[in-house]
């Protein structure tokens, strides 16, 4: 088993507004091979400032390990289907883990 590289692989963080749009994002993008994994935690209270307000909404957080040539194909899909206007896309790069989970991300997830 090859070593994988360092830092070619992410975590990308969003959050949706209910599960059932998590779990259709989640199976988008797995299903498109542009994400390794999905995970969907449970609900959430975010409190945000939006348009001069303070909200405060549940939320469903939504994890994605994907590679880093793959990322922005996945912001462009994740836009799409998202609903909300502006979404929290944040991606933030794996350093450090077991060297056979990078590689499967890599092979469940290929150029």
Known sequence: MST??????LLVLTTCPDKETAQRIAHSLVDSKLAACAQIGQAI???YSWQGQ?????????????TK????????????LHPYEVPQIIAIPLSYGLPAYFNWIKENSPS
Request: a negative charge; charged letters at 20%.
């Open 4 to 9: 994988p590289e360092l830092d070619d692989y």
């Open 45 to 47: 209270e975010s409190v």
């Open 54 to 66: 303070t909200h405060c909404d549940q939320e469903f957080p939504l994890q994605l390990k994907c």
């Open 69 to 80: 040539g793959h990322y922005l194909q996945l912001q462009h899909n994740l836009l799409q």
